[in-house]
């Protein structure tokens, strides 16, 4: 069974930054691809960025290129999220999910096409 925990939240000022990191067990790291998505109460589910373990090709939202980067770190099968230069409008709850994709071909910013969620992490950027 995939399990994805989600960590690195927390209240930060505006101009700051995070990282989130997204642990992952219970699958075979490199023939999976994580995404990192957000949610605000009353608004859908937005995708961020996700990456293909097996090649490390990613895909960016065109509202996060710049300030949004997705990392892998294979020695602890996790995903990170690095934020940079955080603004009030960046508050929201950040879920990173897992799709099968060993030959990174499926890059998606899509909540359908991810199979298995963490239980999220709050961000939370004061101005």
């Known amino acids: 069974e995939v399990h994805l925990v989600e960590s690195g939240g927390g209240l930060v000022q505006a101009g700051g930054s995070l990282r989130l990191s997204c642990a992952a067990s219970g699958l075979t790291f490199n023939d999976y691809r994580i995404g990192w998505f957000r949610q605000v109460p009353g608004k859908e589910r937005e995708g961020l960025a996700c990456i293909a373990n097996g090649d490390r090709s990613t895909l960016y939202s065109d509202s996060v290129k710049g300030r949004f980067t997705i990392s892998t770190d294979y020695a602890k099968s996790a995903v990170h999220l690095q934020i940079n230069s955080l603004k009030p409008e960046d508050t929201a709850v950040y879920y990173c999910?897992?799709?099968?994709?060993?030959?990174?071909?499926?890059?998606?910013?899509?909540?359908?096409?991810?199979?298995?969620w963490g239980q999220g992490t709050q961000v939370t950027v004061s101005s």
């Open positions: 999910a897992a799709d099968y994709d060993p030959y990174g071909l499926d890059h998606s910013l899509s909540v359908r096409a991810y199979e298995d």
